[in-house]
């Protein structure tokens, strides 16, 4: 009998490949692993999913925030690169899988991962680096016949028959699911779930890698719409709609500058700079120009002129300041020491959608 560990990402590929496996006769149990990334949207239901389908099945997540660094590769050039940070965050979870696996005693882990997908690296290339996986990592849905339960559980781990084409397999995913008994609604929105993924993210975290000591709360910044980098060396971010609002407020430092119109329901806008070394003259010309950014957004077109609040989050005082906003918001994003980052994400997955 055999104890088995699931790299369990909450996709409906993920949780077939782990039916499909705990139906084997040798297996005696099956542990559920989740790895919470930085770079991942998180379902906050994917508890409740598990509970419905493994009520008898230990579940553990396991934060790898604190290596992210290690999950972005850039090329020669300092761009960014989705097949080699790809290849960077499998190596990461798989050998956090084996150490893991040592620790709870199991002797196969059990992946739903479709190689070639969503920049996940070939085949031949998962698992190389770690040697204790060898021979150890369970595919079902490689094989020709998924459903036929093999005789022995390391039949799933032998890559010789492993010839099922990847493209193939998200319409068996599907009839697997029905054939199982799984609902095929996919609450974790795998297709989308990686961040990394969405055109435009791994943009804004090749620059942030390339100009600043990255922290997770500058990454957290990224994932909001209106992210601005402007000369010459400010980071801008507006959130604009209640939901995005609450999400920023959990964001601001002491040194960061917090702007919003005096009239209701506007934007508010977190700025972060490097006050030191900037005299008087420098600071009030930036405070004037992330103001007229700020109004800009205001919902006061036929207002010449908007009262913006200005505070940093260190001090209690805030100031007032009357500025005009730039003509439109076309104009401002064609301004040369102003980059507006673009993020194209999901509706479902950007903030207050």
Same mark, same amino acid.
């Given at each position: 009998?055999?104890?088995?560990?699931?790299?369990? @990402?909450? /996709?409906?590929? *993920?949780?077939? %490949?782990?039916?499909?496996?705990?139906?084997?006769?040798?297996?005696?149990?099956?542990?559920?692993?989740?790895?919470?990334?930085?770079? *991942?949207?998180?379902?906050?239901?994917?508890?409740?999913?598990?509970? $419905?389908?493994? +009520?008898?099945?230990?579940?553990?997540?396991?934060?790898?925030?604190?290596?992210?660094?290690?999950?972005?590769?850039?090329?020669a050039e300092g761009e960014f690169s989705l097949a080699e *940070?790809?290849? @960077?965050?499998?190596?990461?979870?798989l050998s956090k %899988? %084996?150490?893991?696996? &040592?620790?709870?005693?199991?002797?196969?882990?059990? /992946?739903?991962?479709? +190689?070639?997908k969503h920049g996940r690296a070939p085949r031949s290339e998962c698992g190389g680096d770690v040697e204790y996986l060898s021979g150890r990592i369970l595919s079902p849905l490689l094989m020709r016949q998924p459903l036929?339960? +093999?005789?022995?559980?390391?039949?799933?781990?032998?890559?010789?028959?492993?010839?099922?084409? +990847?493209?193939?397999?998200d319409g068996l995913v599907h009839r697997? $699911? @029905? &054939?199982?008994?799984?609902?095929?609604?996919?609450?974790?929105?795998?297709?989308?779930?990686?961040?990394?993924?969405?055109?435009?993210?791994? &943009?804004?975290?090749?620059?942030?890698f390339r100009e600043e000591v990255v922290t997770l709360n500058a990454l957290c910044l990224l994932d909001f719409p209106l992210y601005f980098r402007a000369h010459p060396d400010l980071r801008i971010v507006l959130a604009c709609n209640e939901n995005e609002k609450r999400e920023l407020q959990n964001y601001f430092l002491p040194q960061d500058l917090r702007l919003y119109p005096a009239t209701p329901h506007g934007p508010m806008t977190l700025l972060r700079t490097d006050w030191e070394g900037k005299g008087d003259t420098e600071k009030n010309q930036i405070i004037e120009f992330v103001a007229k950014l700020t109004a800009t957004y205001a919902d006061a077109s036929e207002a010449t002129s908007v009262p913006i609040y200005y505070r940093l989050e260190c001090e209690d005082e805030r100031q007032l300041i009357n500025v005009e906003p730039f003509d439109s918001i076309e104009e401002l994003e064609q301004r040369a020491d102003l980059e507006l980052v673009p993020l194209r994400l999901p509706a479902q997955l950007v903030y207050g959608a």
């Open positions: 009998m055999v104890k088995v560990l699931s790299l369990f @990402s909450g /996709s409906l590929a *993920s949780r077939v %490949a782990t039916k499909l496996v705990e139906r084997h006769p040798q297996v005696r149990s099956i542990q559920l692993l989740h790895f919470r990334s930085p770079f *991942s949207h998180e379902c906050d239901d994917l508890r409740q999913l598990v509970k $419905a389908e493994w +009520p008898r099945s230990i579940f553990r997540t396991q934060s790898i925030k604190k290596d992210y660094q290690d999950l972005i590769t850039l090329t *940070s790809c290849r @960077s965050c499998q190596s990461l979870l %899988a %084996a150490r893991y696996m &040592e620790r709870v005693g199991a002797d196969y882990v059990v /992946s739903g991962a479709i +190689p070639g036929k339960i +093999p005789i022995d559980v390391s039949s799933w781990a032998d890559k010789k028959r492993q010839t099922r084409d +990847p493209g193939t397999i697997l $699911a @029905s &054939e199982l008994g799984l609902n095929p609604i996919d609450p974790v929105c795998s297709e989308h779930r990686c961040k990394l993924t969405a055109p435009g993210f791994g &943009e804004r975290v090749a620059a942030l």
